[in-house]
């Protein structure tokens, strides 16, 4: 789903909304005074002035949900998971040893993936055995900011603001693709979703994508290997992290192609896609961008942008953190930070799969083999459609 998320290669007739290697870029809405740095978005005499400072904190009085809480069960089973986890994890002389016990011990970590198995503990073992051989080769922890500021400078993904729940909102306009496709691209999305979790407030777990199609063309050429790439790296390395997708301005011929690969995409994925809805609905007036019909007036302007998250995420130029001290691994487990109130999840009273190493609670629940489709099964749907387009729309595959 390159073209989705912005990730394609532009043609050579294309002129990009800012040429790589720059330094600075700006957009908005209007042209109005821009008031650099302002507390607010908004001043005291009007509306109608702009503004490059971010949201990096939802609204007053924001409820932040959904919370989750688990039964004795789940805690046992979560309990199973973790000590897993632990058990593959890598030797304390490995370098990267830390980041992955650093990740393993984060609040979220182990409840996202047992709740992404349906409590199924074989799945979630699986699961997070992947996502661990995964980031090990990908480090994300590690990505520092100069390897991905080029990719950053068009505004084609932008971190500001949060949804009614406190969730972050990623915007990502495909058409201010500034680079060309290449794996920097994909360390640039990680890159971005991992500031994003940064930002959350503390018990959310999920973020907003707002993707919008209104300055895309039809010609660019995403490769089907980038889109799996996309693809696999949501789906399966940031479980239980997609809270809603909204997609606005949809062309024609890209809504018959996200009906056309709707059944393949996993069920959970799909229920949480929104296309075309009133944003009012979903995000606060005061932390909607007025192009989509919220009150705020904000401009892009990349060094300034770049300075706020780097700041407010605290993160050194060498991708770690300013003031976080990881203790180095000596063989000792560090602290669980699994901390949850029991309560009896709804929905998950079928009669019970027999799993010999289980003990979770009741449900009838299939695999991920069975339940979501891999990105190659994605890949190869999109080729489908993509050759029963017009020919002129054929460029448009993912």
């Not at 984060?106 to 980031?135: F, V």
């Amino acid at each position: 789903m390159s073209s989705f998320f912005g990730y394609s290669k532009k043609e050579n007739n294309e002129t990009p909304p800012n040429t790589a290697g720059t330094t600075k870029s700006t957009f908005s809405t209007k042209s109005s005074k821009v008031i650099k740095g302002s507390a607010s978005p908004h001043s005291e005499d009007t509306l109608s002035q702009t503004t490059t400072k971010i949201h990096t904190k939802p609204a007053p009085g924001t409820d932040i949900g959904p919370i989750h809480e688990y039964d004795e069960k789940q805690n046992e089973m979560m309990k199973q998971v973790k000590e897993y986890a632990l058990s593959i994890s890598l030797a304390p002389s490995d370098p990267y040893a830390k980041w992955e016990r650093r990740w393993l011990n984060k609040p979220d970590t182990i409840p996202r993936y047992s709740r992404a198995s349906k409590w199924h503990l074989n799945d979630a073992k699986k699961r997070i055995k992947n996502t661990m051989e995964w980031r090990r080769e990908f480090k994300p922890e590690l990505i520092t900011p100069d390897e991905v500021k080029i990719e950053d400078e068009s505004g084609k993904i932008v971190i500001n603001g949060f949804d009614n729940n406190g969730r972050p909102i990623i915007y990502m306009r495909p058409g201010r693709q500034n680079t060309e496709t290449s794996p920097r691209q994909l360390k640039h999305l990680v890159w971005c979703l991992e500031r994003a979790k940064d930002l959350m407030p503390p018990g959310q777990e999920s973020l907003v994508i707002i993707v919008d199609y209104k300055t895309t063309t039809l010609r660019t050429n995403p490769p089907i290997s980038v889109a799996s790439k996309v693809l696999t790296i949501l789906q399966h390395h940031y479980v239980e992290t997609l809270g809603r997708a909204i997609v606005t301005n949809l062309p024609l011929l890209l809504n018959f192609f996200y009906k056309g690969i709707s059944p393949f995409l996993d069920p959970v994925t799909r229920d949480k896609m929104r296309f075309n809805p009133n944003l009012l609905e979903l995000i606060p007036a005061s932390q909607l961008e007025a192009e989509f019909g919220g009150e705020y007036e904000y401009e892009f302007e990349h060094e300034h942008y770049w300075q706020q998250i780097i700041e407010t995420c605290g993160i050194a130029p060498d991708g770690t953190r300013v003031n976080e001290v990881v203790p180095e691994i000596d063989g000792e487990e560090l602290e669980d930070e699994l901390t949850s109130e029991p309560r009896k999840e709804t929905g998950e009273e079928e009669e019970e799969e027999k799993e010999s190493t289980s003990s979770t609670p009741a449900t009838a629940v299939e695999s991920l083999t069975t339940t979501a489709p891999t990105a190659e099964d994605v890949a190869k749907r999109v080729e489908e459609i993509s050759l029963r387009m017009p020919n002129d729309a054929q460029t448009v595959t993912a």
